[in-house]
Protein backbone atom coordinates (compact mmCIF):
# COMPACT_ATOMS: atom_id res chain seq x y z
CA UNK A 1 0.00 0.00 0.00
CA UNK A 2 1.11 3.54 -1.22
CA UNK A 3 0.62 6.88 0.00
CA UNK A 4 -1.61 7.98 3.04
CA UNK A 5 -4.17 6.53 5.03
CA UNK A 6 -7.98 7.90 5.28
CA UNK A 7 -9.70 7.54 8.46
CA UNK A 8 -13.00 8.64 8.74
CA UNK A 9 -14.64 10.03 12.18
CA UNK A 10 -18.13 8.06 12.18
CA UNK A 11 -19.64 10.57 15.00
CA UNK A 12 -22.33 13.20 13.91
CA UNK A 13 -22.93 16.22 15.48
CA UNK A 14 -26.10 16.06 17.52
CA UNK A 15 -27.71 18.49 19.96
CA UNK A 16 -28.07 15.71 22.68
CA UNK A 17 -24.17 14.44 22.36
CA UNK A 18 -23.47 12.14 25.16
CA UNK A 19 -20.31 13.15 27.38
CA UNK A 20 -16.93 12.42 26.29
CA UNK A 21 -16.39 9.51 28.94
CA UNK A 22 -12.64 8.70 27.97
CA UNK A 23 -9.42 10.61 27.08
CA UNK A 24 -8.15 11.75 24.32
CA UNK A 25 -5.18 9.77 23.07
CA UNK A 26 -2.27 11.75 20.46
CA UNK A 27 -1.55 8.49 18.99
CA UNK A 28 -1.25 4.83 18.69
CA UNK A 29 2.36 4.31 19.69
CA UNK A 30 2.68 2.04 22.05
CA UNK A 31 -1.02 2.34 22.70
CA UNK A 32 -3.28 -1.26 23.74
CA UNK A 33 -6.35 -1.46 21.36
CA UNK A 34 -9.08 -3.42 22.05
CA UNK A 35 -12.58 -4.96 20.26
CA UNK A 36 -15.55 -6.31 20.35
CA UNK A 37 -15.95 -8.29 18.54
CA UNK A 38 -19.95 -8.99 17.32
CA UNK A 39 -19.85 -12.32 16.43
CA UNK A 40 -21.29 -11.95 12.54
CA UNK A 41 -19.22 -14.17 10.07
CA UNK A 42 -15.57 -12.57 8.92
CA UNK A 43 -15.14 -9.62 11.88
CA UNK A 44 -12.61 -12.22 12.77
CA UNK A 45 -10.52 -11.72 9.63
CA UNK A 46 -10.78 -7.78 10.09
CA UNK A 47 -9.47 -7.71 13.39
CA UNK A 48 -6.59 -9.71 12.34
CA UNK A 49 -6.00 -7.27 9.41
CA UNK A 50 -6.04 -3.94 11.57
CA UNK A 51 -3.97 -5.99 14.31
CA UNK A 52 -1.21 -6.72 12.07
CA UNK A 53 -1.58 -2.70 10.66
CA UNK A 54 -1.91 -1.42 13.79
CA UNK A 55 1.23 -3.31 15.33
CA UNK A 56 3.47 -2.99 12.43
CA UNK A 57 2.40 0.70 11.12
CA UNK A 58 1.57 2.39 14.40
CA UNK A 59 3.40 1.05 17.22
CA UNK A 60 0.16 -0.59 18.95
CA UNK A 61 1.95 -2.81 21.68
CA UNK A 62 -1.10 -5.21 22.20
CA UNK A 63 -4.18 -5.67 20.90
CA UNK A 64 -7.71 -7.80 22.94
CA UNK A 65 -10.37 -8.60 21.53
CA UNK A 66 -13.39 -10.15 23.48
CA UNK A 67 -16.25 -12.12 21.52
CA UNK A 68 -19.84 -11.17 22.57
CA UNK A 69 -22.30 -14.17 22.32
CA UNK A 70 -24.74 -12.89 19.08
CA UNK A 71 -24.53 -9.30 17.38
CA UNK A 72 -28.41 -8.82 19.26
CA UNK A 73 -26.69 -9.42 22.39
CA UNK A 74 -24.99 -6.68 24.54
CA UNK A 75 -21.41 -6.98 24.92
CA UNK A 76 -21.01 -8.53 29.04
CA UNK A 77 -20.10 -5.90 31.20
CA UNK A 78 -17.23 -7.59 32.52
CA UNK A 79 -16.06 -7.42 28.63
CA UNK A 80 -16.30 -3.31 29.11
CA UNK A 81 -14.85 -3.27 32.15
CA UNK A 82 -11.78 -4.81 31.23
CA UNK A 83 -11.70 -3.14 27.89
CA UNK A 84 -11.75 -0.01 29.83
CA UNK A 85 -9.14 -0.68 32.40
CA UNK A 86 -6.74 -2.66 29.86
CA UNK A 87 -6.73 -0.35 26.73
CA UNK A 88 -6.19 3.17 25.28
CA UNK A 89 -8.92 2.56 22.31
CA UNK A 90 -11.47 0.15 21.62
CA UNK A 91 -13.50 -0.49 18.69
CA UNK A 92 -16.36 -2.43 18.11
CA UNK A 93 -17.19 -4.07 14.91
CA UNK A 94 -19.32 -5.11 12.31
CA UNK A 95 -18.59 -8.51 10.06
CA UNK A 96 -20.19 -9.90 7.52
Do not use: W
Request: some cysteine; glycine content about 10%; overall charge negative.
Amino acid sequence: MTGGQLVYDPTAPTQHAPRRIGRAIEGLNGAVVGFIDNAKPNFEYLVEELSQLFTAQYGVTRVLTRRKRGAAMPAPVEYIDALATECDLVITGSGD
